[in-house]
């Protein structure tokens, strides 16, 4: 079976525990936690049962998932908001019928007067339990009250219900952070001996130290990934001078995001030489604002104010941290929804290289194909996956020689919709040399992918001279 872990921790966090490997929570983001919900409510719910601290919900197609927190279920104004209602409402369900089967039980084990039975209510009054009754309210969860009871959480969440945010990303909810995380662990494991010892029948369902504790292992490798080789035509202009002069004038701002996202480095300066390459945060008669070009409208309207989350890394490697902020309009500022919340403005240059880099990260993280999560930024996070089938995504996902998909964004929303040679506009400013040859390097996740690219354009060009 798959165990899924859910945790809150500035956020909904999603691990998948796999107790045979050393690194035995493997972080899930982006399309996998999309997928990962999507599952859950395409299938019934088999079991649910309450243990110390935790409470484990089982599916019918082999997913276990443990939630270690009633925060997971509070609205954290994001598109998950929805499925953990939804899952809500399956519980819910779930509960009511194994209550009316309890019920129904208690009935025919007992010699009960059948008239007086008959005057019984035909919807049994079904008593839920503590758990039930905070998973429905969407407020709290038991999950041994006396544990959670012992760990100081701070909610900072708006009042407004509003529903907004795109994207499966979390609302930033702020725990104590004076309580390290062995401090925690500590408590959790206090918590736990005193809920065993007030409940005898709970000691074989205890949860062992790897199961409690986060994976803050320093001895992650970065697996060696993919290498693969692409071969195709592209203008070169490079010659002009733009890339010089972009890299020059942003690179002090530009290299620590490149880093921290764990971004392919030439690469993204050669998108960002597509979109402006100056170190002016104006807004054009487009709508754009600054180096990255970000499309206003499209982070802070009245409908949304996006929030993003992005996995931070290190040296090549996951973290397990998350850059976690709203995108907000300089001009807007005074938006009640932006209360006490933690935001990026769009005008602000150090913060417009941030956001643009975290938006490339997360179309990376969603596509995995870097030529996908480049054009992606040009049309939308959403467009790629909205117009063709998951079959197709997953194809494209693993097959970098295949650009098939440049031509199903203009047969779906039509031959205007964003640039349709944004892709080879950002490539002709990708510096390959005289033999038209360039190494790719970025992240998915934990894996590195390493692509061999070479312009036919300039090699053939070479082989001519």
Known sequence: MNRIIVREDNGRKYYLYDPSKEIKHLPLVGQQIENLLTNILQSDIKEITEKPNI???????????RIYSPLVFEDHFDLQDSYFRRLARKMKLFLEKESLKTNKNRINNKKVNRAKNKQMP???IVSFSSVLTACVMAINLSMAKQALEKITINNDKPKSSAEYIVEDQSRKIIHNNSISEEELLAKWKLAQAEYQASNPKAQDMSITDNEIAYDTSNEKQTTKG??????????DATANGKLEQTIANCSPYL?????RYGLPKDLTYALVCQEYGRLDCTIN???ACGPMQLQVEAFHNDNAIEYLQVPVYENGKLTGEYDEFYVADERKLDDPRLVGQNYLVMQNLENNFQIGCAQLRRCIDKYKNIFLAVDAYNKGLYAMSSA???EELAHYENDFNDFSWTSIIPSVYG????DKNYLWNVLRFLDTGTRGEADIKYYYNDELISIDLTNTNVYNNDLVR
């Not at 409470?55 to 998932?65: A, G, Q």
């Not at 993919?226 to 203008?235: L, P, T, W």
């Open 122 to 124: 035909k919807k049994a």
């Open 55 to 65: 409470m484990e919900l089982t599916f019918n197609n082999d997913i276990i998932m």
């Open 255 to 259: 290299n620590k995001w490149i880093e």
């Open 226 to 235: 993919e290498e693969v080789s692409v071969e195709f035509a592209f203008d």
């Open 388 to 390: 063709c089938s998951e």
């Open 285 to 287: 008669s487009g709508g």
């Open 415 to 418: 031959e205007n919709y964003g």
